[in-house]
């Protein structure tokens, strides 16, 4: 049997080598940011947008929210 592709298992809604679907009190953990403060990012197009699973539930792809932290963590330090 040959491996899913990212682009695959993300259509598919399946786990892969690249992650899983990660609910609110996942990305919560991940991210150390609370409930409201990730959704306030995701309107404000700063956090990756989630997707909707279902009809009542919705899931960030788990390699995007790994990405966006590499991604924070190469910017630095944010300054007011």
Excluded: C, H, N
Aim: hydrophobic share 40%; charged share 20%.
């Amino acid at each position: 049997m040959t491996a899913m592709t990212l682009a695959t298992a993300r259509q598919r809604g399946a786990a892969s080598s690249g992650g899983r679907f990660l609910r609110v009190p996942d990305v919560m953990k991940t991210t150390g940011l609370g409930r409201s403060t990730i959704y306030r990012m995701v309107a404000a197009g700063t956090v990756p947008q989630q997707v909707k699973l279902t009809v009542q539930a919705s899931g960030w792809w788990q390699a995007d929210i790994d990405d966006w932290m590499r991604e924070r963590l190469a910017v630095g330090p944010l300054r007011s």
